[in-house]
């Protein structure tokens, strides 16, 4: 469903959404509809597919961005996996869809599929959702920094300035936010092999195992 670079991803960022007795799955909206970063539209539900990995929709979702006129369509029908937090990230960053961005991955999962807007676009809409549904602005930040330097872009691959798949370099960007809380979008967005590891010359080992940050 999302591209070839985003479902190479080996074993690693973010845990799967717990499923009901019955098969499906539902995942409610976040109560806390902040204005500053916009709001969700409906009820995710989902049903599990047989092949052991994908989700379908089976009700339209959507967020809307906080000036009310930028809205992402999650449709019903569409089918959705997490791939584009990679998977080989999941145990350093956490999975897609057990935090309280879980709302944010499927719009995102849904945007990187159709690619009807910009790469960049779609990564930074899914830091503003995050923040939507309660996630931390530390949390957000690195979710938002894997997406970024190790999701799928498009039309074509860009050249990337972090190592791929490398899961010292996902642990040194995590550490890199950490001790950087209010560090803007923009620095991440910029940041490469170099300027990480002249910043953060040591990675912790707490850097490395799953987070419990919210």
Request: positive net charge.
């Amino acid at each position: 469903m999302t591209n070839n670079n985003s479902r190479f991803l080996g074993a690693a960022f973010i845990g799967l959404v717990t499923v009901a007795a019955s098969g499906g799955a539902q995942v409610r909206s976040s109560s806390e509809d902040s204005s500053n970063w916009g709001h969700f539209v409906g009820t995710v539900e989902t049903r599990w597919e047989n092949d052991g990995r994908n989700m379908t929709l089976l009700r339209d979702f959507a967020y809307v961005e906080a000036n009310g006129t930028v809205r992402w369509d999650a449709r019903r029908g569409s089918v959705i996996d997490g791939a584009t937090i990679p998977m080989w990230a999941w145990s350093i960053v956490g999975g897609p869809y057990e935090g309280k961005y879980r709302n944010a991955s499927v719009v995102h999962d849904v945007g990187c599929d159709k690619k009807t807007r910009p790469w960049q676009t779609t990564h930074r809409m899914f830091y503003m959702a995050a923040r939507a549904g309660g996630t931390s602005n530390v949390r957000a930040k690195i979710m938002y920094g894997a997406v970024y330097h190790f999701g799928p872009r498009w039309p074509d691959p860009k050249l990337y300035t972090l190592r791929q798949k490398d899961e010292t370099e996902l642990a040194r960007l995590r550490q890199f936010i950490e001790d950087r809380p209010d560090v803007s979008l923009d620095s991440i967005d910029r940041l490469t092999s170099r300027s990480l590891l002249a910043a953060e010359p040591q990675i912790r080992e707490s850097s490395r195992r799953p987070p419990n940050f919210q």
